[in-house]
């Protein structure tokens, strides 16, 4: 079926968490903010939720041989990965599925490498397992982001880190990590003995010229010091069902993930397993067709900070649906900025400063609307700060 992405949607008084009432002092605010889709999810996982809703007994679920197939299967055919059955682990939520993977990998007192400006949840994630933060910046060249691998294995070879969480791709600057900066970063955690807990919760949200591949996938060396944390949560429009999978090759690695989760967390309820098998099997025509509509949003973002807001420098996203704003060339900091996007331009923005060291003079824009939201919203970005001139 064709899908209507340009189909408004309010989802204002619906519990959404970056709609809601008082979120802004602005009422009027337009929130790019929070990393979920203002698409409707595809019909087969919304049909198969509504057909279950309607049984109306919501008792204990288990996890069925067909969604185990399920998850196999995409692995299967999107990564060519082969995914034994015992090597798959329900989270619900991928960061539940870091936290268990970090305590059954580390100690109280262990240093564990991420790479900033990151995803902000790794680093409370760290400290709340009584570990210490050691981090490798990226690196800069006013376009792109690259890893610096001097500064990795300088890291590494001074702080000995247990263990890093890799972000692939990455939030929030868009890489797509390619097999050779990948199979680098297995050669350093192998030598220094490290575990790698990778999180590729847009690892299906990739655009024309880049590839995604799971870290775990590629050698049985690094198959066997990994953990890879996924979920359909951010490819469907299906974030608040939080049904996620940590696939664990190695059996030790397994049997520590399990007693640590054991203290951690509960299962996945029966909506969010039954969205997940729904999607992973029936939702690649919905996907095929948001890929093209992402595409065209984040071109037409890109084209218009390039033609319209020069001052501000859009990073080019080689996957997710978030733009990384280089605000660099407004002079403020980053409450000003914060301030400035919110009550200035009225658009909720996430700061950059949250996502650690690099990311003080950045803001973090979601593009998956509605192109006319999209269109509103730059053009209050612009005019804000053609103000300021």
Same mark, same amino acid.
């Given at each position: ?7 408004? *949607? ?20 337009? @929130?790019?903010?929070? +990393? %979920? ?72 007192? %262990? ?17 709340? =397992? ?9 690196? $800069? ?6 890893? #610096? ?7 590494? #070879? ?6 890093? *969480? ?32 990778? #999180? ?15 870290? /775990? ?6 198959? =066997?010091? /990994? ?21 664990? @090759? ?9 007693? =640590? ?9 029966? $909506?969010?397993?039954? +969205? ?15 890929? %093209? ?25 080689? &996957?997710? $649906? ?10 403020? &900091?980053?409450?000003?900025?914060? /301030?400035?996007? +919110? %009550? ?20 973090? $824009? ?6 006319? *939201? ?16």
């Amino acid at each position: 079926m064709k899908y209507n992405f340009d189909n408004v *949607i309010d989802r204002r008084n619906t519990d959404s968490m970056k709609w809601r009432k008082g979120a802004y002092p602005r009422e009027d605010v337009l @929130p790019f903010s929070a +990393a %979920d889709m203002d698409f409707e999810a595809p019909w087969p996982v919304v049909e198969a939720l509504k057909d279950r809703a309607a049984h109306s007994i919501y008792g204990y679920g288990f996890k069925s041989e067909s969604l185990v197939s399920s998850v196999i299967d995409r692995m299967g055919r999107k990564y060519g990965w082969k995914v034994p059955r015992e090597w798959v682990r329900f989270t619900p939520g991928v960061m539940p599925g870091v936290q268990a993977s970090l305590r059954a990998v580390t100690k109280p007192g %262990d240093s564990v490498l991420v790479q900033s400006p990151v995803y902000a949840p790794f680093f409370h994630t760290i400290e709340q =397992a009584g570990c210490k933060v050691t981090n490798s910046r990226l690196r $800069f060249n006013g376009e792109q982001y690259q890893i #610096d691998f001097e500064d990795l294995e300088r890291k590494f #070879d001074e702080q000995h880190p247990a263990a890093m *969480i890799l972000c692939s791709p990455h939030n929030p600057i868009g890489r797509v990590w390619t097999k050779e900066e990948l199979t680098r970063i297995g050669r350093i955690a192998l030598r220094y003995g490290a575990k790698v807990i990778s #999180d590729e919760i847009h690892g299906e949200v990739i655009y024309e010229g880049h590839r995604h591949f799971p870290y /775990s996938s590629l050698s049985p060396e690094v198959e =066997a010091q /990994s953990i890879v944390c996924t979920s359909p949560g951010k490819t469907f429009s299906m974030t608040g069902i939080v049904a996620s999978v940590a696939i664990i @090759p190695d059996k030790n690695l397994r049997d520590r993930f399990d007693a =640590a989760a054991g203290h951690l967390m509960g299962g996945v309820n029966i $909506f969010g397993l039954l +969205a997940m098998e729904a999607a992973y099997r029936h939702g690649d025509e919905w996907l095929e067709q948001v890929l %093209d509509y992402l595409e065209s949003n984040r071109n037409y973002l890109l084209r218009f900070f390039d033609e319209k807001i020069p001052r501000i420098k859009a990073v080019r996203p080689e &996957g997710s $649906f978030l733009a990384w704003l280089d605000c660099t060339g407004l002079s403020m &900091g980053p409450k000003e900025l914060q /301030s400035f996007f +919110a %009550d200035k331009a009225g658009v909720g923005l996430v700061p950059g400063a949250s996502y650690g060291p690099g990311g003080e003079t950045f803001m973090r $824009f979601n593009f998956a609307y509605p192109r006319s *939201i999209l269109e509103e919203g730059l053009r209050r970005v612009a005019a804000a700060v053609d103000a300021l001139k």
